[in-house]
């Protein structure tokens, strides 16, 4: 396959970016050789600017789950731009997707919109502490909350209760203040909120993992960390940054039946446009600003571009079939794994809604040290594979995969051809 304008246009970009790029992960570091440059996205397509033509299981990491350049947002976006890109003042339409948000996700009574997932973890960080007055947080490790300095910490070896950070640059006064637990260990962090949760502001968690790869919540694992937190007076933040709209219309948390204090957004509600949001409980968000004394801001927050685009994409979405594309992921997983056994190659599976992982391990995946079993090298030979065959998956093992209603029956069976 040709993709000489994509290696021309990679050379070009590590002039001026570091590594050739705006996000990390976009650099393939984790499967070798250089990355697609893209040109346009249709649907469940996408175009190199060699003029390869991909079915797409990336999907903008999950934003675009009606596909890309779907007409609805496409047509949203133009009329709202013709009418002034920004502001800096309130609209009505910011009031109109606050309402379908605070419909399909009730725990969220009162909300703020900012321009990315990051920005939404980092404010709602802010706040537990400022509504706490508490300085430390938990985290789990393998979870990824975007790149605010508190969020960037994992567990290291021998890093029990002591965040070591997970960048450079990260304060190591803020690293202390991290307390990381491993996912779906409800023992260790039992231990760690009895002995330290009077100093903890909040928890914060991915209800269903999706950073590591897919990673489901254990049983009763959500609901302990819910009754913990509420025994404490932590405050619990769900991230369903991805999860969010993704599994049905709304937050996962409604499935698993756990409220949480505070739920950060981004990704589909934006609909392929930059948002994020935050929002929980009344009498927390109210210590926000101008109200209250937690400060946060935003020259963009709540553009009427982007704002234009979340609405028509959850209109969209509000009339779609969640359980029938989940379903069709769920036939998709079943004759990938099928394929692999057959093969003789271990894999696990693992799936939430139309989210997926193929791990190269025999698994179970129940944690981020489980996930990091997988055979890494078989990964990037089976990326390269797909790729050669047309099938853009994501450039790492860990990472999850995305359908959107914009995949067919015919993609379906495109991408189990392929494998
Ligand atoms: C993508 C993601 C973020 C960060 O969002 P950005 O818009 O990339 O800043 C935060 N949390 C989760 C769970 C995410 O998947």
Known sequence: MKRSASKKAYQEALKYFPGGVNSPVRAFGSVGGSPLFIKKGAGSKIYDVDGNVYIDLVMSWGALMLGHAAPEVVRAVEDAVKLGSSFGAPTCAET??????????????KMRFVSSGTEATM??????????????????????????????????????????????GVSASLSRD??????????????VVAKQGKDIACVIVEPVAANMGVVLPGIGFLEEIRALTKKHGIVLVFDEVITGFRIHFGGVQTILNVKPDLTCLGKIIGGGLPIGAYGGRKDIMDHVAPLGGVYQAGT?????????AGIANLKALKKKDYAALNDKTAILCDGLEAAFIKAGVPVTVNRAGSLFTVFFTKGPVDDFKDAKTSDTKRYAKYFW??????????????EA??????????DIQAILNAL
């Open 385 to 398: 594979s797909m790729l050669d065959q047309r099938i853009n998956i994501a450039p790492s093992q860990f």
């Open 96 to 109: 109109e997707l606050a309402k379908m948000i605070r419909d399909a996700v009730p725990s969220i009574q």
């Open 300 to 308: 963009l927050s709540g553009n009427p571009v982007a704002v234009a």
């Open 178 to 191: 991290t307390i990381v637990c491993p996912y779906n260990d409800i023992a260790y962090f039992r231990k």
């Open 401 to 410: 995969q995305f359908l959107s209603f914009s995949h067919t029956d015919k």
């Open 123 to 168: 404010s709602a960080i802010r706040l537990s502490r400022g509504f706490t007055g508490r300085d430390k947080i938990i985290k789990f490790d393998g979870c990824y909350h975007g790149h605010g300095d508190s969020l960037l910490v994992k567990a290291g070896s021998g890093a029990a209760t002591q965040g070591i950070p997970g960048s450079k």
